[in-house]
């Protein structure tokens, strides 16, 4: 099993910044790919960001230009920071841990936490 510790959501402004944190632990491996996924209220959740160990990265088109993944292999963590959020940003984020063993994909999510883009 994974187990995660997120931090840093909260309420922010619009055109606000705000980095969130993920320290994954438990049956991990440096070969993986970490990231953060959203959901908001009535929507599929959606892939936000994602980095592989090696460090290329993925980004969803409407935050492209706006966030900045970043992670520690050493450490296991996952930053994502987020700079001229929208409104449409609010949603609750969840950090992710996937790998191969044995030939067999594993996804874990975190608990999720909180980003509200508001006036």
């Known amino acids: 099993q994974v187990q995660f510790v997120e931090s840093g959501g909260g309420l922010v402004q619009p055109g606000g910044s705000l980095r969130l944190s993920c320290a994954a632990s438990?049956?991990?491996?440096?070969?993986?790919?970490m990231g953060w996924y959203r959901q908001a209220p009535g929507k599929q959740r959606e892939l936000v960001a994602n980095i592989a160990s090696g460090g290329s990265t993925k980004y969803a088109d409407s935050v492209k230009g706006r966030f900045t993944i970043s992670r520690d292999n050493t450490k296991m963590t996952v930053q994502l920071q987020m700079n001229s959020l929208k409104p449409e940003d609010t949603a609750v984020y969840y950090c992710?841990?996937?790998?191969?063993?044995?030939?067999?994909?594993?996804?874990?999510w975190g608990q999720g936490t909180q980003v509200t883009v508001s006036s």
């Open positions: 438990g049956s991990i491996f440096s070969i993986s790919t």
């Open positions: 992710y841990y996937s790998d191969y063993q044995r030939g067999v994909r594993r996804d874990y």
